[in-house]
């Protein structure tokens, strides 16, 4: 009897969301950067929102917009509510406001990273302030 042992490991990809901007509405964005050294594959990953009053995480960009989407090495990925030259994926629904909680996931439902503004108590100490008119996190 022969047994086989195969192993695997996980590459970890190093995406991390770097700029936020909530207001004005129609310049909404978000930003992710890759800090790896290879072009990592978006398709599954999801980014999820919850406001200071919600008891949950819920929907902000889905899988299905993630698809055969891709973040080259050292570059940045834009997501934004009003069309750009430089945008990724345009969401006419894009909602970020004062006090929410944005998290990134990758396709295994892993929390790839997470970013707090305003009164919200998911990060602890982790929280920037509400961004003014026109600034961003």
């Given at each position: 009897?022969?047994?086989?042992?195969?192993?695997?490991?996980?590459?970890?990809?190093?995406?991390?969301?770097?700029?936020?901007?909530?207001?004005?509405?129609?310049?909404?964005?978000?930003?992710?950067?890759?800090?790896?050294?290879?072009?990592?594959?978006?398709?599954?990953?999801?980014?999820?929102?919850?406001?200071?009053?919600?008891?949950?995480?819920?929907?902000?960009?889905?899988?299905?917009?993630?698809?055969?989407?891709?973040?080259?090495?050292?570059?940045?990925?834009?997501?934004?509510?009003?069309?750009?030259?430089?945008?990724?994926?345009?969401?006419?629904?894009?909602?970020?406001?004062?006090s929410n909680?944005?998290?990134?996931?990758?396709?295994?439902?892993?929390?790839?990273?997470?970013?707090?503004?305003?009164?919200?108590?998911?990060?602890?100490?982790?929280?920037?302030?509400?961004?003014?008119?026109?600034?961003?996190?």
């Amino acid at each position: 009897m022969c047994v086989f042992f195969f192993s695997y490991h996980l590459v970890n990809a190093n995406v991390v969301i770097s700029e936020i901007k909530i207001s004005p509405t129609e310049g909404r964005f978000i930003k992710l950067y890759n800090q790896d050294d290879e072009a990592v594959d978006l398709t599954g990953w999801y980014l999820q929102r919850k406001t200071s009053t919600g008891s949950s995480f819920g929907s902000l960009v889905s899988k299905t917009n993630f698809e055969n989407k891709s973040i080259l090495p050292g570059k940045y990925f834009l997501i934004s509510r009003a069309g750009t030259d430089d945008a990724d994926i345009i969401l006419d629904d894009l909602t970020l406001t004062e006090s929410n909680a944005i998290q990134l996931k990758n396709t295994s439902g892993q929390v790839v990273d997470k970013v707090c503004w305003g009164d919200i108590t998911d990060c602890g100490d982790a929280v920037f302030p509400n961004p003014a008119e026109g600034e961003s996190i």
